[in-house]
Nanobody, 125 residues
Framework: QVVLVESGGGLVQAGGSLRLSCAAS????????MGWFRQAPGKEREFVAD????????YYADFVKGRFTISRDNAKNTVYLQMNSLKPEDTAVYYC??????????????????WGQGTQVTVSS
């Protein structure tokens, strides 16, 4: 069982930026894809982005393309989500998750088997 700890959330004005981090425990971080999801109040959890084990492949939800960038540093066991041009509708709890294999599962939540506790992102208008 891997432990994932997100950080970097907070309150930001529309148009601003935040960088989320997710630190993973253990020695197998580089063997798995990683993903970011989010859940807004009253809504279901939704896929944001994922990245393959090496960082060579990334996949984004349409609503964040061109604004968010996922990256990873396997030496630090950490995955990042750089969020630019934030909008009020980006307000949500953001979760990182570990994939079940080397590559992401096209955004399917069942493709991830370990989840962090989440970090709150609030974008004011």
């Amino acid at each position: 069982q891997v432990v994932l700890v997100e950080s970097g959330g907070g309150l930001v004005q529309a148009g601003g930026s935040l960088r989320l981090s997710c630190a993973a425990s253990g020695r197998t971080f580089s063997s798995y894809a990683m993903g970011w999801f989010r859940q807004a109040p009253g809504k279901e959890r939704e896929f944001v982005a994922d990245i393959s084990w090496s960082g060579g492949d990334t996949y984004y939800a349409d609503f964040v393309k061109g604004r968010f960038t996922i990256s990873r540093d396997n030496a630090k066991n950490t995955v990042y989500l750089q969020m630019n041009s934030l909008k009020p509708e980006d307000t949500a709890v953001y979760y990182c998750a570990r994939g079940r294999g080397l590559y992401g599962e096209g955004g399917a939540a069942q493709g991830y088997d370990n989840w962090g506790q989440g970090t709150q992102v609030t974008v004011s208008s």
